[in-house]
C-alpha cells in the first residue's frame, strides 16, 4: 500500500508545532526569505501560476492566475494600488475539516503562505476569517500572528525589503453562507453575509470596494512549498488535472475516519478501504459523497476513479473541498438527503427566490417521501426543483443544494420509489450503524 | 456573580476591550462581529441597550447592528443558560450516531433543541457541521469540543461543569 504524504502534514502530532521556533526548525520561514530577498513579485507569481495549483476551497480555480487579476503599479505610479488579500477559514462544508487540522497544528505554514502571496501580489494586509465555532484555532492563529510580528516577518518593512504586510484575524459567528468569498467580504465590513451580485469580482471589488484575492487555508499553505522546491516538483505530485499533495478528509461509516494526504491519483477505493480501514462494521459500501456535502454522489460501483478532476468528471462528480461522506448498506438514502436539505434550507441567506424557496420545498418534500406520504412523480419533482435552482442564483449556494438533490435521485431512484410506492421507509428494518 | 446588561455597561474594561478592538482592524466596522462575541460571552445574549452602545462606538445604527446580530447564529438577543451545549446533527455526525446523543440529552435535561433549563444553566441546541466530521458525534460544551460523544461521555462531561 502506497504511504500517505508528509508535505502539509508534517508537523501534525509533533511536540509544540504550533510555536515558531518549531516550524523554523524544520525549515519554516525559508521560502518566505528566498521569496522577499531573492525573488521579484513577478518571478514568484510565475512560480505559482507554472505549479498550476488549483484552490482547495472547493471550486479549484488556478491560483496564480487568481493573483494576476489583480491590479499593480503601473509606469509613473509612486505607490502600489492598495489592495487586500484574504484567507477563508470559514470551514463549513458538511464533511470537511482539514483545514482545523492545518490551523490547530501548523499555523505558520498557513501565515508563511499568506506572506508570499502578499509579496507577490504587493497587498497591503490579509484578513484571515475564521470560522466562529472555532475559538481554540483562532487564539492559535493570533498567537502565530503575533510571533511573526515579533520576528519582523509581518509588520513595517519585512526584514528590510521595503515591503509592508499586516495579518487581521477576524471570527465568523456561525453562518455557512459565510464562506461564500463575497458574502465572507460583507462580513469582514461588519454586515448580515448577504453574498453579492457578480460581477465585480472581488478582483476588483473586495473588502471595503478595494481589490481582493481569496483563497482557502490549504491553498496557501502549498505555497511555501511550491517556492522551496519548484513548479516542477509540484506538478510531480499527483495527477496533471490536480496537482500537489491534497487533504482527503473520510468521514462517516469507515474504521479510520480523519485526514489523509494523498496525490489526487489514487483512488476512492484505495482512500476508503487500504488508507480509511474498510467500511465499518464489515458491511457493504452504498455510497460516498467525494467532496464535501455539494458534489454529487456516487455509488458503490463508481469508486475506482482517481479522486483529481479529471477521474471525478468520469463518473459526474468532483473533487469540491475533498471530504469523503461513505455510506453503508444500512443508511437509508431519503433521510441522509432529508438531512442536507435541512442543512441548505437552514443557510440560504434568503435574497434570491429560486434558493430560499426551492431549498425549503425539497426539503418538505423529501421529509414527505420519508415519512411515508410521498405522492407517485414525488421523486421526479425533486429533480425538477432542483433543476429549476441550478445557475438561477446570485452565488453558488442554490447550486450546492441542487447538485445532491438531482444526483441522490438520479443515483438511488429505486428507492425513491420504493419509499412512495410502499408508503414507508423501506430501509427502517435495519438500524443505521453508529459508531456509539 | 454574573454580568447585567448595565453592569458590563458600566464596566471600564470592557469599554476598553470595545475600544482596542475598534482600533484592531484597518476599519472601525470591522470589529462588529468581534464586539458581539465580547458581549454574547459576558451576558450569553446580546440586548438592545447593549446593541446600541456597540453601534455607538463603531459609528453604526443600533438597526443595522440589530440586523447583525439576528443574522448571525452565534448571538442570541433571549439570554441563554450558563452552559451552552451543540450537538452536531449534520450528515457526517448522523451517521456517527449524532441522534442518539441529542435523544439522550433530551432527556436527561429535559429539554427540546432550543431551550433551556428553568434553573438557567443549560441550553441545548443543534448545529451544523462543526468541521471535525471524522470525530462524530461531535459536542461543543461553550467554547470546547469534544469528539465521538457518547451518551456516557456526554454525562461525565455534564457532571465536570460548574
Ligand atoms: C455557500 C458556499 C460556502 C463556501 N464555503 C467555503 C469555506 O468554508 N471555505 C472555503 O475555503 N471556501 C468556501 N467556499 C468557496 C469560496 O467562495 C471561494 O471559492 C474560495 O474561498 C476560494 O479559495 P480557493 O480558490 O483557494 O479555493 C464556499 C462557497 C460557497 C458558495
Ligand atoms: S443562492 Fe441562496 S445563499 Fe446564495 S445569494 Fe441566493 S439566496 Fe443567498
Ligand atoms: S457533521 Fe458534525 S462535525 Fe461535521
Not at chain 1, 253 to 275: A, K, M
Not at chain 2, 66 to 82: D, H, I, N, Q
Request: aromatic share 8%.
Amino acid at each position: 500500500m502506497a504511504e500517505t504524504l508528509k508535505i502539509l502534514t508534517r508537523a501534525v502530532g509533533m511536540q509544540n508545532s504550533t510555536a515558531i521556533d518549531t516550524y523554523m526548525h524544520g525549515g519554516g520561514y525559508e521560502a518566505m526569505m528566498t521569496a522577499l530577498h531573492k525573488m521579484s513579485p513577478e518571478q514568484v507569481l510565475g512560480e505559482v501560476k507554472a505549479s498550476n495549483l488549483k484552490g482547495r476551497g472547493g471550486a479549484g480555480f488556478p491560483a496564480g492566475l487568481k493573483w494576476s487579476f489583480l491590479p499593480r503599479k503601473r509606469e509613473g505610479d509612486k505607490q502600489e494600488p492598495r489592495k487586500f488579500l484574504v484567507c477563508n477559514a470559514d470551514e463549513s462544508e458538511p464533511g470537511t475539516f482539514k483545514d482545523r487540522l492545518l490551523i490547530e497544528n501548523d499555523p505558520h505554514q498557513i501565515l508563511e503562505g499568506i506572506i508570499i502571496a502578499g509579496w507577490a501580489t504587493q497587498a497591503a494586509g490579509c484578513f484571515f476569517y475564521i470560522r466562529g465555532e472555532m475559538p481554540q484555532g483562532a487564539k492559535i492563529f493570533q498567537r502565530a500572528v503575533d510571533q511573526a510580528y515579533s520576528r519582523g516577518f509581518l509588520g513595517k518593512n519585512i526584514l528590510g525589503s521595503g515591503f509592508d504586510f499586516d495579518v487581521w484575524v477576524c471570527r465568523g459567528a456561525g453562518a455557512y453562507i459565510c464562506g461564500e468569498e463575497t458574502a465572507l467580504m460583507e462580513s469582514l465590513e461588519g454586515k448580515r453575509g448577504q453574498p453579492r451580485i457578480k460581477p465585480p469580482f472581488p478582483a476588483g471589488y473586495g473588502v471595503y470596494g478595494v481589490p481582493s484575492n481569496i483563497n482557502n487555508v490549504e491553498t496557501y499553505a502549498n505555497v511555501p512549498h511550491i517556492i522551496k522546491n519548484g513548479a516542477e516538483w509540484f506538478k510531480a505530485i499527483g495527477a496533471p488535472s490536480l496537482p500537489g499533495p491534497r487533504l482527503y478528509g473520510i468521514s462517516g461509516h469507515v474504521n479510520r475516519p480523519g485526514v489523509y494526504e494523498l496525490p489526487s491519483n489514487t483512488t476512492l477505493r484505495e482512500l476508503i478501504y487500504d488508507f480509511a480501514g474498510g467500511i465499518l462494521g464489515g458491511r457493504p459500501l452504498k455510497a460516498v459523497i467525494p467532496g464535501g456535502s455539494s458534489t454529487p454522489v456516487l455509488r458503490a460501483d463508481q469508486i475506482d476513479v482517481t479522486m483529481d478532476v479529471d477521474g471525478l468528471k468520469s463518473v459526474g462528480t468532483m473533487p469540491g473541498s475533498g471530504g469523503v461522506i461513505v455510506m453503508n448498506d444500512t443508511v437509508c438514502m431519503v433521510r441522509a438527503l432529508h438531512n442536507l436539505m435541512e442543512f441548505y434550507a437552514h443557510e440560504s441567506c434568503g435574497q434570491c427566490t429560486p434558493c430560499r424557496e426551492g431549498t425549503h420545498w425539497l426539503e418538505l418534500l423529501i421529509a414527505r417521501i420519508e415519512a411515508g406520504e410521498g405522492k407517485p412523480g414525488d421523486p421526479e419533482r425533486i429533480a425538477e426543483i432542483a433543476g429549476n435552482i441550478m445557475g438561477r442564483t446570485i452565488c453558488p449556494l442554490g447550486d450546492a443544494a441542487a447538485m445532491p438533490a438531482e444526483s441522490f435521485v438520479r443515483q438511488f431512484k429505486d428507492e425513491f420509489d420504493a419509499h412512495v410506492k410502499e408508503k414507508r421507509c423501506p430501509c427502517k428494518a435495519t438500524p443505521m450503524t453508529s459508531r456509539i | 456573580m454574573s454580568a447585567t446588561p448595565a453592569s458590563l455597561l458600566a464596566n471600564e474594561e470592557f469599554a476598553r476591550k470595545v475600544e482596542a478592538l475598534a482600533a484592531k482592524y484597518p476599519e472601525p466596522r470591522t470589529a462588529l462581529l468581534a464586539c458581539l462575541h465580547l458581549c454574547q460571552d459576558e451576558l450569553h445574549h446580546v440586548p438592545p441597550e447593549c446593541q446600541a452602545y456597540i453601534a455607538g462606538k463603531l459609528g453604526m445604527t443600533p438597526a443595522h447592528v440589530r440586523g447583525v446580530v439576528t443574522f448571525y447564529e452565534m448571538y442570541s438577543e433571549k439570554p441563554l443558560g450558563k452552559h451552552l451545549l451543540q450537538v452536531c446533527k449534520t450528515l457526517p455526525c448522523m451517521l456517527a450516531g449524532s441522534e442518539l446523543l441529542l435523544e439522550h440529552l433530551e432527556r436527561k435535561l429535559g429539554l427540546k433543541p432550543g431551550s433551556t433549563t428553568k434553573d438557567g444553566r443549560f441550553t441545548l441546541v443543534t448545529v451544523e457541521c462543526l468541521a471535525c466530521c471524522d470525530g462524530g458525534p461531535s459536542l461543543m460544551v461553550n467554547d470546547a469540543l469534544y469528539k465521538n460523544v457518547s451518551p456516557e461521555k456526554a454525562d461525565e462531561i455534564i457532571k465536570e461543569l460548574e
